[in-house]
């Protein structure tokens, strides 16, 4: 006698593993001619309480905006592109971040962050192009290998507002896809001769607000679309922004 038994469906559950186990062994126990124990009903599916968001595809963009709702305690997923925390007080970089090799866009600015050098190694994002790392405690990044290590792929630097007192050559040499280099509101007072050497893509730059004497001729060798060198303590004739 052929045994059947209705299946309910439900539009938005998702089937209970445990329960879902006893119903295959009853339909298998059917399906080989054997009989349910006496009084034993196949059961119908149970749904649990997942909701549909819960398997949407994983957010590629994380906007913080505050410490409170900074992801501390929940993962990171590998897709992420793209990773902003601002006014958050962090004080180190986050290592999960350094694990994130998709990631393309990451801002960290408005932040609490010091010199630590194990700390600062960007080498492993290969694929980042834009680091904004403005309004931080940023001082002598020289002393180890943040810029040695910087993604060579990087098109967008911003360290304005940091404590910076120089531009080693490491650079110039490494980054010669910059398109954009933000130095504001720094310390600085000398800028290596070097800097021709990002001439063939480097189309803003800006050295407001530094302690800037004079600048390298070798200035000249940039095509720059903008340019903004005004509030410093310049002691030769020069034009201080140029659009």
Request: proline share 4%; net charge positive.
């Amino acid at each position: 006698m052929a045994v059947s038994q209705k299946i309910r469906v439900y539009e938005h559950g998702i089937a209970d593993p445990i329960n879902l186990k006893t119903f295959f062994c009853g339909i298998k126990l059917l399906s080989e001619g054997k009989n349910v124990d006496h009084g034993e009903k196949v059961p119908l599916l149970k749904t649990s309480h997942i909701k549909r968001d819960d398997f949407s595809t994983p957010a590629k963009i994380v906007n913080v905006q505050n410490r409170h709702d900074y992801p501390f305690s929940t993962s990171l997923h590998s897709t992420l592109q793209q990773f902003t925390a601002n006014n958050c007080l962090l004080t180190k970089i986050d290592q999960r971040l350094l694990r994130l090799t998709n990631l393309r866009f990451l801002n960290l600015a408005d932040n609490r962050l010091s010199n630590d050098r194990e700390n600062l190694n960007f080498s492993s994002l290969i694929n980042l192009v834009n680091l904004d790392l403005s309004s931080n405690s940023l001082d002598d990044l020289d002393g180890g290998n943040f810029y040695a290590n910087l993604p060579v792929n990087l098109k967008y630097l911003n360290l304005s507002d940091n404590l910076l007192t120089k531009l080693p050559d490491a650079v110039f040499k490494r980054l010669k896809n910059l398109h954009t280099l933000n130095l504001a509101n720094n310390r600085m007072g000398r800028l290596s001769w070097k800097i021709y050497m990002l001439r063939l893509r480097l189309k803003n730059l800006n050295l407001s607000g530094n302690r800037f004497k004079f600048l390298p001729g070798t200035m000249a060798d940039l095509k720059l679309d903008h340019f903004d060198a005004s509030n410093n303590p310049w002691q030769v004739e020069f034009k201080p922004t140029c659009e």
